[in-house]
């Protein structure tokens, strides 16, 4: 009889008596169950792979959040400037997607928005100027993207306003010409301001213009 006693039951044994897939060593009446090396490194590296994925799926979840919450303030901004939330949002996700270039139905699965909604959405801003339509060699869809130096035009097409509301001032001035300085007030710091900012806004933008690329 061997001096050895025997060996407790490993937690891979079977307590039916079935043979599990683990080689057997042991010497005599000694038996241990094993696993070789190269298993545990499979094991673990199964392991890390689980958990690389696991974390992978988190920071693409907390980025695409991030990426949504960004695309929603800049709605929320263009509506207030008058603009549909939604064309707002179109806004968001061409500034920020990857490729820049966006069909209507990506646009659609992105937003979460229907496909007449986008629709909507990119005729305005193209008839707007900020975003452009374009087409790609072999393919029958469209794809969209914004426009290059569209918001510079959009600034320039905000001084010919201020230039245009100025004027309209002056012309409401002249009707006031005979009427008490009192009632004259309120116009006349508008008409101040807009004359202002119509002297020093173009200079302002030729130094954008003349600014060093790159």
Partial sequence: MSSVGPVAASPLSHSDGARPPCPIRGTGDTMSWFVPPATLRNWLFSIRDVRYILNAVRTTDEVRTGHLTF????????????????????????????????SSAQLAEVLRASKGSISTSTRLLVS???????????????????????????????????????????????????CPPARRTRLEDVNELYTWLESELPALWERWRQRPQG
């Fill in 71 to 102: 695309v929603e303030d800049v709605a929320v901004a263009f509506e207030q400037g008058g603009l549909p939330r939604m064309a707002g949002r179109v806004i968001g996700w061409l500034l920020i997607c990857d490729p820049p270039e966006q």
């Fill in 128 to 178: 707007s100027g900020l975003v452009e339509r374009r087409s790609q060699p072999g393919q029958r869809r469209d794809y969209f993207r914004i426009q290059p130096q569209a918001w510079a035009e959009l600034v320039r097409l905000r001084l010919d306003q201020v230039t245009s509301f100025r004027q309209l001032t002056q012309r409401g001035l002249a009707l006031l010409h005979p």
